[in-house]
């Protein structure tokens, strides 16, 4: 039998789809992580605690994609050396308008996960995920004035 050139190494893994959403997690928490720094800095020293624990928590979960990543052979997408913000942050107000919508990112890059997830522990990872952002997002939302305080569907668009 002739080598056709459709050897096996030429069909994409399996994981392949579920790969590249796990590079858009990371690249969502990689901008988490740097836009959390600009809220910080907004708000009184005494009010930072929660920008640090989040940022703690994006930290930890980009560690965990980095090396999940990298054991299946997938070089992990690196942070940028700086991120674009989507409106100024010149108050507290403007701060925790800002980690809601890095949490709500965070959360669409999850949901992403979830749809092309083929393995067990992605799905367990991405429900954590998912979950844990909005959480963050429940607790900063009151103080950036927004209404409803919690998702009924984190991550999915509303319509």
Known sequence: MA???SST???PSPTA??????????AAAHTAIWGYGVVGAALPAGARKPVVTAEQAHRDVRDQLATLLTSRQVDPVPAEAAYALPFPVLSPIDAAALAVTLEEGTATAWTWV?????????????????????????????????APVTSAFPGLANS
């Open 3 to 5: 080598d056709d050139g």
């Open 9 to 11: 190494s030429s069909t």
């Open 17 to 26: 789809a579920e790969d590249a959403a796990l590079q858009d997690a990371l």
């Open 114 to 146: 979830l749809d092309q997830a083929t393995e067990r522990s992605t799905r367990e990872l991405g429900v954590a995920a998912l979950t844990a952002a909005e959480q963050r997002a429940v607790g900063w939302r009151p103080s950036a004035g927004r």
